[in-house]
Structure formats: structure tokens, C-alpha cells
């Protein structure tokens, strides 16, 4: 199986280890043998249709900050050149997620899509822009679009709502999808200041770049609209969400939900609305979970509620969403 990675950052760096450390026994379980053929970074890229040096690869990047150091040859690939130029059965797009336009990864996306490649995105953007128009391109074009690392990281959220409920119908679900502000809300409940409770989260490495992304609930947003479209059938996007997000929640909010045994979440529902919010919940409700955790439940016609409990985020965790969704396409391609 060729594969086009798009961005080397922490995710793809854990998705090649993975790749190394389990190739016997990918191969041994699965029949699968996934070569990367072409990668980028946003300074340059690499090819070799054998496939490139995995451990290689990590190291160049370690040591330069840039893959394009690869390739002796010292041609300049941008991107979209490996992406339109570069025979791969599968593209992984691990680019940062940008809220606006959704590029490069958009492009990126759409580009593999119509070069009849099966895409795998970790990156959030493309799909809380365009989600219902990049599922319609995937179907014209005929191939697989797979985004189980988008929300959850690791813990496989969209697998247990479209799987495991299989035959049930979903009415509503809520959850805590933004570890960061998970994490900001409960040290605040032990008694930090927000400003205090925000900088030691920076300080450990949980707060993106931009920090709006986190505190103003567009991440949470971007899951809700992925959610909503992929389990409730809907077609919705970013502008459809009632957002708000933590910055305006103060010590005494914290400490006067917790007199009523409550606890200040950030929460993102869709039941009659599509809303990211903070709000009040019980200290006992399995959805009241703490640290950098996700936590979402699903309310089901007939089964009732059911939660799903799991990190969030992380490298290694989003790598290993990627491989189970490089083998569920691989099983789609040898279904039919």
C-alpha cells in the first residue's frame, strides 16, 4: 500500500515509529504493507517509490527541521507537486487544522481525491468547513474517506457510535471534546485563577499555537460538526454551531457550581441545537471527567445512555486512529 504523507509533525512522526515497530507484524496479521513513498513538511518533501526510510526520515528531521534534507538529488517537492505527480494509493493529511479556509489541507484532500487516492485526515479543518461536500467528492471519485484521529485522538469515538450502535437510533449526544479546556477548568476547580490555570497548560505543551483554537471552542466546534454530520446524518458546518467558549469563566463561577456539587465543563451537544458551551454537571454524572480526558455520551432511542471515556489527544494516540483507519480501507478495497 503507497502512501503520501502530508506534514511531519509530532502525529506523523509517531505514525513511521508505529509503521517500524509493527511491520512483521502488520504484515503477518493484516497482509499489509504500508510504504511511504513521498512526505512534506512546510519547508520541502521527499520521494522514493520504494518507499522512504521510515527511521531515516525522523532522524532528518530531528537533526535539520525539515524532511526536504532527505533527498540527495536536493529536487524541491512542494506538496501538491508530490501529491499530483507521485502514483500512491492512499494520501494521510496531518497538517495543522485552519479554521478559514481549511488550506493547505483542503487542497491537499481534494487534489488525492481526484487523483482516485483513499484519504486520511487527522487534520480538522477541510472537514468543519466542507464536510458534506468532500463526502460527495469521495463518492464521485469512488474512494475511501477516513477521519477516526479527528475527534477523540486514539479513543475511536466515531467507530463506537457507527459501529458498536449499529441498528440503534442516536437521538442527542454531549460531550467533553477539548482536553485543553478540560484540563484549564479543572485546575481552576482546585483552586487556580484562570491566567494561572492557562499558563501552566502552555507550560506543559496542551494549548495549540493559537490559543483561540482551544479557548474560544473552535476545536470542540470542528468535532461537533464532524459528529453531527458522520453520526446524525446531518450537513452542517463550522457557521451552523452556537459557540462559546471558557475565557469568560471565573474562579466564583467554579466555585459556586461546586457548592451545588456541580462542575464547569465545556460542553459540545447536538440534540435540538448544535451548541459548544461551558456548562453546570453534576460531580456523579459519568460525563464529569477531569485532567486533559475526553468523555461523550450517546443517548439512544432504545439502549439509553452510554459513555465513552479516552484520551483526547497525543501523538502516539493519533497515530494509531490513522493505522486503523488505513485498515479498514485496506478491508474496503478487498471487499470489493
Known amino acids: ?43 520541502g518533501g521527499a520521494v522514493e517509490q520504494s518507499g522512504l526510510d521510515l527511521n531515516r526520515l525522523v532522524e532528518i528531521k530531528k537533526k535539520f527541521g525539515s524532511i526536504k534534507h532527505y533527498d ?18 492512499v494520501l494521510i493529511e496531518t497538517t495543522a487544522s485552519n479554521y478559514h479556509d481549511a488550506e493547505p489541507g483542503m487542497s491537499h484532500i481534494i487534489t488525492a481525491m481526484k487523483r482516485g487516492m483513499h484519504v486520511i485526515s487527522v487534520n480538522k479543518g477541510p472537514l468543519a468547513i466542507a464536510f458534506p461536500s468532500l463526502m460527495e467528492l469521495a463518492t464521485y471519485n469512488q474512494v475511501q474517506f477516513r477521519f477516526s484521529g479527528t475527534v477523540g485522538g486514539g479513543t475511536p469515538i466515531l467507530d463506537y457510535a457507527k459501529n458498536s450502535l449499529q441498528g440503534e437510533q442516536i437521538v442527542s449526544f454531549a460531550g467533553i471534546l477539548n482536553g485543553t479546556t478540560n484540563y484549564i477548568l479543572t485546575n481552576m476547580s482546585h483552586g487556580m485563577s484562570f491566567a494561572q490555570a492557562l499558563k501552566d497548560a502552555k507550560s506543559r505543551g496542551y494549548v495549540e499555537a493559537d490559543e483561540s483554537l482551544d479557548l474560544d471552542g473552535f476545536d470542540a466546534a470542528a468535532k461537533l460538526v464532524i459528529l453531527a454530520n458522520w453520526i446524525m446524518g446531518m450537513k452542517v458546518t463550522m457557521p451552523d454551531i452556537n459557540r462559546t467558549g471558557i475565557r469568560k469563566v471565573t474562579s466564583e463561577d467554579v466555585k459556586k457550581a461546586a457548592k451545588k456539587k456541580m ?43 452510554q459513555t465513552i471515556i479516552g484520551k483526547g489527544a497525543g501523538g502516539t494516540e493519533t497515530a494509531s486512529a490513522i493505522l486503523r483507519d488505513l485498515l479498514d480501507i485496506r478491508k474496503e478495497i478487498l471487499r470489493d
Not at 503507497?2 to 508505529?18: D, E, M, N, P, Y
Not at 540527495?72 to 494509493?89: F, H, P, Q, R, T
Request: charged share 25%; glycine share 6%.
Open 1 to 43: 500500500m503507497r502512501i503520501i504523507l502530508c506534514g511531519f509533525g509530532t502525529v506523523a512522526q509517531s505514525l513511521a515509529k508505529l509503521l517500524v515497530s509493527r511491520s512483521d507484524d502488520l504484515y503477518a496479521k493484516y497482509g499489509i504493507m504500508p510504504r511511504i513513498v513521498g512526505a512534506f513538511d512546510t519547508h
Open 72 to 89: 540527495k538529488s536536493k529536487k524541491k517537492w512542494s506538496g501538491l507537486e508530490i501529491i499530483k505527480n507521485v502514483d500512491a494509493d
Open 263 to 305: 462542575a464547569i465543563k465545556l460542553i459540545a451537544s447536538c440534540d435540538k441545537e448544535l451548541v459548544v458551551a461551558p456548562k453546570e454537571i453534576p460531580i456523579d454524572d459519568p460525563l464529569c471527567v477531569n485532567g486533559t480526558l475526553n468523555a461523550i455520551s450517546f443517548t439512544s432511542e432504545h439502549s439509553g445512555t
